[in-house]
């Protein structure tokens, strides 16, 4: 009997063991299995064509050689590399060598230039699709250590000598070398005043001394003046030329001041005579205008008259008609007898009317400006070549002196508005 009771409460022991194992412990456990990575997961191809290794920037050496294979994110053969405004030697193949062999005779000819950044367009396409392309560009600049330098080269000697009142004009050019001249700085011994700018090559310097330039102080009357032209590359690389001028005392301001004074007057003498002479010309034309108008009122009159009395009942008047008419016909060529048309005179009344015009533009033109003006010689002399070329062109046209008339009397008739109107040049 002891076997079968151990027996049982063994077996009550495991129930209560499994009672209590169901209670505590009623979530099952989960077990995690590492998955194995699919292929979806895999880095994809690029999908925009480009070029790989493209350097944006060479630089070289004369008489070096650039070799460089320019790679792409595709398979090559089916691709074809082009180029555009590439500088001279530069090639590229269509399996995208690119190559150069920058020889000194590029340079020395002017074909290739140092420093200088050349732009150079490249591309990629494909054979098949056109759409299938990607462009892009690079840039390359040539150096040299071999530098020649550039000179400033004005157009005129080292020395040079002025009289007070001349002008001087010469042109700053420049001997380029290895690098050319970016900018010219202009300086001077003594301060001066000129209207010209020296910025670069090629420009244009120009000036006057005035004419107390020269000091009483001076030594021999001779003033020295040191023209400095600093040239610079954009290495810094600077060439100055030197220009001394040696300024003399040559001229007596007051004395030019008269002699300009006299020209004026003696231009305002002749206008006055000019005007007097366009005064008889134009009075002449006037009443040999009014003698050929009552001529023609005549002629009309009698043409009238021969009309009214050709109508008339009477006898006599029809006659009298008849006659009127050719009267009016008789008088025609006595009209051109008696005032003939002055179209010589006319013509050198507007001839004359013209050279007052521009004798009087020529002193409003050439007028001095400021206490002293640097062109006082220049006016005089355009003054009295205007009034000699003006009396060489009226030399046949009779003047006479104005005696009875005033020169207010002389300019209110010449700047009448009737007489303007009846002389101004009709289009």
Known sequence: MIKPVKVLQFGLLIMAGLAFSKIGFSQNPVFHIPMAISDTTRVPDDSVLRIRNLNPYFTLHVDSTLIYQLEINRE??????????????????????????????????????????????????????PRDRVDTAFSITFFTTETVPSHVKPT??????????????????????????DNINFYSSVPIKTSSVIKGCNDDFTWSPPYDFVKETDSGKTKLLTLF????????????????????????????????????KNIRTYMLRLKYAFYQLDKKVKKTTH??????????????GGTIFSAQASQDAKTTGTILPSVGVAL?????????????????ASLIRSSIKR?????????????????????IANLKTELKQTQVQLIDVPLEET?????????????????NKKYRTKH
């Open 76 to 129: 090559p053969s089916k691709y074809f590399f082009f180029m555009r405004n590439a500088p001279v030697g530069l090639k590229l193949k269509e399996n995208g060598l690119l190559t150069f062999k920058a020889d000194k005779s590029y340079f020395l000819s002017g074909r290739l230039k140092y420093d200088f950044e050349y732009k150079v367009n490249i591309g990629v396409q494909n054979l098949n699709n």
């Open 156 to 181: 005129v000697s080292n020395v040079l000598y002025m009289d007070e009142g001349d002008t001087i004009s010469f042109k700053v050019q420049c001997e380029t070398g290895t690098y050319p001249i």
């Open 229 to 264: 032209f600093v040239g610079t590359t954009k290495v810094f690389q600077r060439d100055t030329a030197i220009i001394k001028i040696y300024v003399k005392d040559a001229m007596n301001y007051p004395y030019m001041t008269a002699d300009y004074e006299l020209a004026v």
């Open 291 to 304: 003698t050929r108008t009552d001529f023609d009122m005549t002629t009309a009159t009698t043409a009238l």
């Open 332 to 348: 025609v060529p006595v009209k051109e007898a008696v005032a003939p048309t002055l179209t010589a005179e006319q013509n050198q």
């Open 359 to 379: 004798l009087e533009y020529t002193i409003r033109d050439n007028a001095l400006v400021g206490e002293k003006d640097m062109e006082i010689t220049k006016k």
């Open 403 to 419: 005696s009875n008339m005033t020169e207010e009397q002389l300019n209110a008739y010449f700047d009448n508005p009737k007489v």
